[in-house]
């Protein structure tokens, strides 16, 4: 059973705050991937990354950062939060065909 | 822009009844597409999918039907169920994108007693 982890299910956090959000796959999957969820903006690509210390810019990635230091771990790095990244971030793995498995979701308020 | 347009926010069904979700894409490089389901403050989870060589797939209660000329798919649940309440993603893929895939905005369904 794939199983997708994300550390904390909610946050609220000051804005200016250098803020991590931690995902954990225990599939060996290459790759990962980080979304945010907006209502009527449906889920938006911030990041991705196909292998350690690899990543790649997704379809907002301004404002976020990334590390990926070992297979198994992905985080998100907001350098300085704003109010406009409180949202619910979703973490992701994908087995073929495209099956994604994600985590339960972050909630970040920022205030 | 959006690539991958779910022009529904919300639809509600009666218990028993079809449940009908559409969707439509622009890009037609795209060629596997899925659905998701979300429970509030939960992840969403992989529901069905479509290769583009196929125009029906079905599993179950749920159908998913592509028309690549209009570029459109939709997701049939028969009979609806109240557990079936949820909101629900279509999302698509180019074969050699390795994974990424690009999502619609949602609709939310909500199947009634």
Avoid at chain 2, 40 to 48: H, K, R, S, V
Wanted: aromatic share 12%; glycine share 6%; proline share 4%.
């Amino acid at each position: 059973d794939v199983k997708v982890t994300q550390s904390s299910r909610y946050l609220v956090k000051r804005t200016g705050e250098k803020v991590f959000l931690e995902c954990v796959q225990d599939m060996d999957h290459e790759n990962m991937f980080w979304y945010r969820q907006d209502p009527g903006l449906g889920l938006r690509l911030i990041y991705f990354s196909y292998d350690v210390k690899m990543k790649e810019k997704g379809d907002i990635p301004e404002g976020y950062s990334v590390s990926r230091e070992k297979k198994e771990r992905f985080s998100l790095i907001l350098e300085s939060a704003s109010t406009n990244q409180t949202s619910m971030y979703l973490c992701a793995t994908y087995s073929w065909p495209l099956e994604a498995f994600f985590g339960q979701g972050t909630r970040l308020t920022v205030v | 822009d959006q690539q991958v347009k779910q022009n529904s926010p919300s639809l509600s069904v009666q218990e028993g009844r079809i449940s009908i979700l559409n969707c439509d894409y622009t890009n037609s490089m795209f060629d596997y597409f899925l659905w998701y389901k979300k429970y509030p403050a939960e992840g969403p989870t992989f529901l069905i999918s479509i290769s583009s060589i196929k125009d029906k797939n079905e599993d179950g209660r749920f159908t998913v039907f592509l028309n690549k000329s209009a570029k459109h798919l939709s997701l049939h649940i028969v009979p609806s169920q109240p557990g079936d309440s949820a909101v629900y993603f279509c999302a698509a893929s180019e074969d050699n994108q390795g994974g990424k895939l690009i999502f619609g905005q949602g609709t939310e369904l909500s199947v009634k007693p």
